[in-house]
């Protein structure tokens, strides 16, 4: 059991770097004014570091990645979709027509 040492410092090393660049992507995003993105981000975290530094969530360390993915890719677009559905997300509500050509005059949209 000797050697097992150095290596489990190594892990805690990578883990903390790891976390420490995460964490620094969530304070951007929370200072972006995305507060409930940079609360799931941080919530995502706080499992992550749980499950890699845990002997007793050893098992999830093999779901987590999976889970994750499952969550941003399927779970979220669904809940996103359900969110926009209920609102009035529409070009027409975005920015009035009115100010539409001054906007576009004053160098603010790309038109060919």
Same mark, same amino acid.
């Given at each position: 059991?000797?050697?097992?040492?150095?290596?489990? %410092?190594?892990?805690?090393?990578? &883990?903390?770097?790891?976390?420490?660049?995460?964490?620094?992507?969530?304070?951007?995003?929370? +200072?972006?004014? %995305? /507060?409930? &993105?940079?609360?799931?981000?941080?919530?995502?975290?706080?499992?992550? &570091?749980? &499950? !890699?530094? %845990?002997?007793?969530?050893?098992?999830?360390? !093999?779901?987590?990645?999976?889970?994750?993915?499952?969550?941003?890719?399927?779970?979220?677009?669904?809940?996103?979709?359900?969110?926009?559905?209920? /609102?009035?997300?529409? *070009? *027409?509500?975005?920015?009035?027509?009115?100010?539409?050509? +001054? !906007? %576009?005059?004053?160098?603010?949209?790309?038109?060919?």
């Amino acid at each position: 059991m000797k050697g097992s040492g150095p290596a489990l %410092s190594v892990r805690h090393l990578l &883990i903390a770097l790891v976390a420490l660049a995460a964490l620094y992507v969530d304070l951007i995003i929370y +200072e972006a004014g %995305s /507060t409930w &993105i940079a609360l799931g981000l941080l919530v995502v975290i706080g499992l992550g &570091i749980y &499950i !890699y530094l %845990s002997n007793r969530a050893y098992t999830y360390r !093999y779901l987590f990645p999976g889970l994750v993915g499952f969550a941003l890719f399927v779970i979220f677009p669904i809940l996103y979709t359900v969110f926009v559905s209920f /609102t009035r997300y529409s *070009s *027409s509500n975005l920015l009035p027509y009115e100010g539409g050509p +001054e !906007y %576009s005059a004053a160098g603010n949209v790309f038109l060919r």
